[in-house]
């Protein structure tokens, strides 16, 4: 695929099937149907895959939308409303299969501002969006463990430690972090950590807040602790987030350091066979504790 900067810009009489928005989100770029993605989250970082939806669209334009990588936002633009009658039988498989971003109505040229301002605010609630897009990158929990899940993301609104989530659970912190090391996933701090996370990268991105007044108002002691624990978490710095809109590749670029360090044990669809698989059989609380009450203390997991 070509850097945003080396593609043509596309005239507004000639909308392809599929289009990139990306950076400075000025206009849609074209995407030839042979192109493929970048492998890694990096590529498309703020960038969105914008659909044109016609009522002959085939079954291979729907597998490339679904199949599209993770951390890459679906736009849907739907046809003129004469027309969408023929695509309303299929209409749940559209987006049970591709989980878009937005779903648009018909304009003949589409707002870019528009789409920019869609991408940027999100996800609406926490909890069901995040698992929302687990699902679609092929992670399969069970019930109690969805549930258990999306009560953190909505816990962590307001309680800054895994202490206080624990108590809020009705769990002890070492049988909660039994649950999510017995399922090969990453421990319950780290999750914490990532939904306060990604309310840091939507406020950058949708409000005119300095960095440290956002890092005030999600508890964290100062811009500097936010900006620190981001980077060694996701691997990017809050400049670079609010001008890279989205928060799917935000939380795929999380969601491939914890597969490539082993924390996440399940491959997503997409994901590099893993190289060093530790060993799982150890306590999960065996060597946390000490690390995550010196952070708790700084507030970086507070």
């Known amino acids: 695929m070509l850097p945003p900067s080396r593609r043509p810009m596309m005239p507004v009489e000639a909308l392809p099937t599929f289009s990139l928005l990306a950076p400075p989100y000025s206009r849609l770029l074209p995407l030839d149907d042979q192109e493929e993605f970048p492998a890694h989250p990096r590529g498309f970082r703020g960038a969105a895959l914008v659909w044109s939806l016609t009522p002959g669209g085939t079954d291979a334009e729907l597998e490339r939308a679904a199949a599209r990588p993770g951390g890459l936002p679906l736009m849907i633009l ?4 004469i027309r969408i009658l023929r695509l309303r039988a299929r209409m749940m498989e559209l987006v049970e299969e591709t989980r878009p971003h937005a779903i648009l109505p018909h304009h003949p040229v589409p707002d870019t501002e528009e789409l920019r301002f ?31 899940m999306g009560r953190i993301a909505t816990l962590s609104e307001e309680l800054r430690t895994l202490g206080a989530v624990a108590r809020g659970l009705y769990m002890s912190r ?49 811009e500097f602790t936010l900006s620190n624990q981001m980077d060694r978490m996701v691997g990017v710095r809050p400049s670079l987030v609010r001008e890279r809109l989205g928060w799917e590749w935000f939380f795929e670029s999380w969601l491939r350091r914890e597969w490539d360090s082993g924390s996440l044990q399940h491959p997503l669809r997409g994901f590099p066979p893993a190289f060093k698989v530790p060993d799982r059989d150890q306590d999960p609380h065996a060597a946390e504790p000490e690390n995550e009450e010196r952070a708790e203390r700084s507030g970086e997991a507070a």
Do not use: K, N
Request: aromatic share 8%; proline share 7%.
């Open 78 to 81: 739907l046809p003129p409303s």
């Open 118 to 148: 869609l991408l940027a605010h999100g996800p609406g609630s926490m909890g069901s969006d995040v698992l929302d897009y687990l699902r679609w990158r092929g992670l399969r929990l069970d019930q109690d463990t969805r549930q258990v």
């Open 174 to 222: 070492r049988a909660l972090g039994r649950r999510f090391h017995d399922r090969g996933l990453p421990a319950p701090s780290r999750w914490l950590q990532i939904y306060r996370q990604v309310r840091a990268a939507q406020m950058l991105q949708s409000t005119g807040r300095s960095l440290g007044e956002i890092a005030r108002c999600l508890g964290y002691p100062d």
